[in-house]
C-alpha cells in the first residue's frame, strides 16, 4: 500500500521553473520506485521521470531531458521534480505515481496514482 501527495504546480511564463514534490506514505513506500506522468486535455498520459528506490538511477522522457532533474529523499519518501525552462508545451496535469521498479512504472500497468498537480506554462 502507498499513498501519494503532489504539491507545487503552478502556472508559469514561458522559460520559468517549478518544483513538483511527492510525498509517498504507508508500509511499502520505502522500496518503491517513484516518478512523474502527466497529462494534457484530449491527448493521452505519458511518462515524465521516473527514479528508484535507492535514488541513484533516474529516467527521463527524451522531450524534458537536460531541463527537469528528479531527485529522491529516502529519509521521508519525498521525490522533487525541478523543472527548468519550461515550455508551453509542457502544460499538463501531473500526477506522481509509484510501483515496484522503474522499468515496470515507466509502462504504467500496475502503478499508484496520487490525484495530480496543475502545470500551466504560458507563452
Known amino acids: 500500500q502507498v499513498q501519494l501527495v503532489e504539491s507545487g504546480g503552478g502556472l508559469v511564463q514561458a522559460g520559468g521553473s517549478l518544483n513538483l514534490t511527492c510525498v509517498a506514505s504507508?508500509?511499502?513506500?520505502?522500496?518503491?520506485?517513484l516518478g512523474w506522468f502527466r497529462q494534457a486535455p484530449g491527448k493521452d498520459r505519458e511518462f515524465v521521470a521516473a527514479?528508484?528506490?535507492?535514488?541513484?538511477?533516474?529516467y527521463y522522457k527524451d522531450a524534458v531531458k537536460g531541463r527537469f532533474t528528479l531527485s529522491r529523499d529516502n529519509a521521508d519518501n519525498t521525490i522533487h521534480l525541478q523543472m527548468n525552462s519550461l515550455k508551453p508545451e509542457d502544460t499538463a496535469t501531473y500526477y506522481c505515481?509509484?510501483?515496484?521498479?522503474?522499468?515496470?512504472?515507466?509502462?504504467?500497468?500496475?502503478?499508484?496514482w496520487g490525484r495530480g498537480t496543475q502545470v500551466t506554462v504560458s507563452a
Open positions: 505515481a509509484a510501483d515496484n521498479h522503474v522499468s515496470v512504472l515507466a509502462r504504467a500497468i500496475s502503478a499508484s
Open positions: 527514479i528508484n528506490r535507492s535514488g541513484n538511477s533516474a
Open positions: 504507508g508500509r511499502t513506500a520505502r522500496v518503491l520506485a
